[in-house]
């Protein structure tokens, strides 16, 4: 009879660790169900966003296409004079860096 209290006492704890776990289990399913609505949520409005800034970039690729075919020679001039602007950039940035060598090295 000393085994009965004990059993008992093991049978209410293997009872309350039934509960525990299913509780635990119903918790971590709600919680993976929030989660994965919330990342549905976030990639629904980051493709929305995506896709309204190619449909920015596509229209703005179209107004600047029509200004390049109404003015050719205005286009040609803008972009010579950034490639001129750019490599004169480029030289005053090369030539402000520029080391002396010294000439006393000999080749041999």
């Known amino acids: 009879m ?3 209290p004990i059993q008992e006492q093991m049978r209410e704890l293997q009872a ?7 509780t635990l289990g119903l918790q971590g399913e709600r919680a ?6 919330r990342a549905t949520a976030a990639l629904e409005g980051a493709s929305r966003t995506a896709g309204d800034a190619a449909q920015y970039a596509r229209n703005e690729a179209a107004t600047v296409a029509g200004v390049v075919r109404e003015h050719p020679a205005a286009t040609s001039t803008a972009l010579l004079m950034a490639g001129l602007i750019g490599g004169l950039v480029g030289y ?7 080391t002396p060598q010294r000439s006393h090295y000999r080749w041999y």
């Open 32 to 37: 993976a169900g929030q989660l994965r609505q």
């Open 16 to 22: 309350q660790i039934r509960e525990l776990r299913e």
């Open 92 to 98: 005053f940035i090369a030539t402000s860096s520029h």
């Open 2 to 4: 000393a085994d009965n």
